[in-house]
C-alpha cells in the first residue's frame, strides 16, 4: 500500500493525456470557415480576393472580374 497514493497519481496523468490525445483534429470547420469568396462563374471557393482575381485572370479569362465589393462581409 505504500505506493497507493503514486497510482492514484500516475492514474490521474493518464487519464489527462488521454483527454488530450481524444480531441478532434478535424480542421474542416476552420477551413470552411476561412473559406469566404466564392468563384461567381465556377463556385470555386477562395480565402481572399487576391486569389479570387488570379483564379478569374487563369481560369475564366474572358469573364469580367467582380469588383471587391461583393465579396466584403461586415
Sequence with gaps: MARG????????????????RAKPKSQLGARSAGLQVKCPTCFSMMTTYKLLVQHMEAKHPKDTIPPESNFVQA
Design 5 to 20: 497514493a503514486q497510482k492514484e497519481q500516475a492514474r490521474q496523468k493518464a487519464q489527462k493525456e488521454a483527454a488530450k
